[in-house]
């Protein structure tokens, strides 16, 4: 359940859409754009209307999956992990053993 002030999931998958609709259509303009540039407007279609077309599909897609991966990554609960007591301050474990590297001895004959 959802605490006081805090948006829902439905709150939140909305958000997610809004902001890739965004930056999807951001760059549906920018490859609509470069499109017409490079090969003209498609057939029966004016300048604005093709890249208004890519950049619809552009915005559609990544707010559709920003929409999805914000549903998932949304916690119903809030889960509180412990800390770790098992850390020196330097965030290396205590039950590990310092690793020692020794070098063969050098035998020179003369």
């Known amino acids: 359940m959802a605490y006081a002030g805090e948006p829902s999931w439905v709150d939140k998958a909305k958000m997610g859409f809004l ?19 490079r090969g003209g407007p498609e057939p029966g279609r ?23 991966g914000s549903f998932l990554r949304s916690e119903e609960q809030r889960i509180e992990y412990p800390k770790p007591t098992s850390y020196t301050p330097w965030g290396l474990r205590r039950s590990r053993l310092p690793v020692v590297v020794e070098r063969p001895t050098l035998r020179v004959e003369a």
């Open 19 to 37: 902001m890739g609709g965004s930056a999807g259509m951001c760059v549906g303009f920018l490859y609509g754009s470069l499109t017409v540039l």
């Open 46 to 68: 004016g300048y604005m209307s093709t890249v208004g077309k890519y950049m619809l599909q552009h915005g559609a897609m990544l707010g559709f999956f920003l929409s999805i």
